[in-house]
């Protein structure tokens, strides 16, 4: 999942993956001649990456990331789960975003399981 921040006078990019090594990363790059991000101008600095997670057991059947909308033409209104990746087209379309992280244990131990539902403002509600 990518997404552009304006943060501090400046647009960064952060960027959030699962690496082939299992790892749950970051990477973060800065336009710092931004004044938002709708032109990230000036020279990026360096990417800096994040180890966020290790021994992240998500696969491309569970994903760490997955994207729905809101249906408003049903009755009651119900969330649409996206394919992924979302295009540009409809990146606008989001409601929520949940991430779910599945995290091996040493000794045999069950794995860990932590997941979180981000609602999204002042996005539209139209399909």
Not at 25 to 32: F, G, N, S, T, V
Not at 49 to 68: G, I
């Amino acid at each position: 999942m990518t997404a552009k921040v304006y943060r501090n006078g400046a647009c960064e990019t952060h960027r959030w993956y699962l690496s082939a090594a299992g790892q749950l990363l970051e990477d973060i790059q800065r336009y710092p001649a931004s004044t938002s991000c709708a032109n990230a101008t000036g020279t990026p600095t360096a990417t800096g990456t994040v180890t966020l997670v290790d021994k992240v057991l998500n696969t491309s059947a569970n994903p760490v990331f997955t994207f729905a909308r809101w249906n408003d033409t049903s009755n009651p209104p119900s969330l649409v789960t996206m394919t992924a990746p979302v295009s540009w087209a409809n990146v606008s379309l989001v409601d929520r975003i949940t991430v779910l992280v599945n995290v091996s244990q040493p000794e045999n131990r069950q794995p860990i399981v932590v997941q979180s539902a981000v609602d999204l403002r002042n996005v539209v509600h139209t399909s």
